[in-house]
């Protein structure tokens, strides 16, 4: 099972509290993680990635085990910790401002 946990709003808007829990077939990615929450929780669609690129939305970040993996491929694998479900898939909301 891969624990994602949400920022607030999201959590709000999906009406979930706490953690969600996934259980993915095949790799666990960014991509398998994000198309299970959509899939589970329709109302998160568009939220985390645009509807038309797939890309990540500018204001959010994607973490695990103190990493920041925004950056990195949709489809490389997730750290180890994560996929035994010892660590969370952190999504979180960028802050902006001056």
């Given amino acids: 099972m891969i624990r994602v946990v949400l920022?607030?709003?999201?959590?709000?808007?999906?009406?979930?509290d706490g953690e969600?829990?996934?259980a993915l077939d095949g790799e666990a990615?960014?991509?398998?993680?994000l198309d299970a929450l959509e899939e589970r929780f329709p109302a998160l669609r568009g939220t985390m990635r645009d509807h038309e690129t797939?890309?990540?939305?500018?204001?959010?970040?994607?973490?695990a085990c103190e990493q920041d993996l925004s950056h990195e491929p949709p489809d490389?694998?997730?750290p180890a910790p994560v996929i035994a479900g010892d660590e969370p898939f952190l999504?979180?909301?960028?802050?902006?401002?001056?």
């Fill in 7 to 16: 920022p607030t709003q999201l959590r709000a808007l999906a009406r979930i």
């Fill in 20 to 22: 969600v829990a996934l």
């Fill in 29 to 33: 990615s960014q991509r398998a993680v």
């Fill in 54 to 63: 797939g890309k990540r939305r500018a204001y959010l970040r994607f973490f």
């Fill in 76 to 78: 490389a694998p997730l």
């Fill in 91 to 98: 999504v979180v909301g960028a802050m902006a401002g001056g």
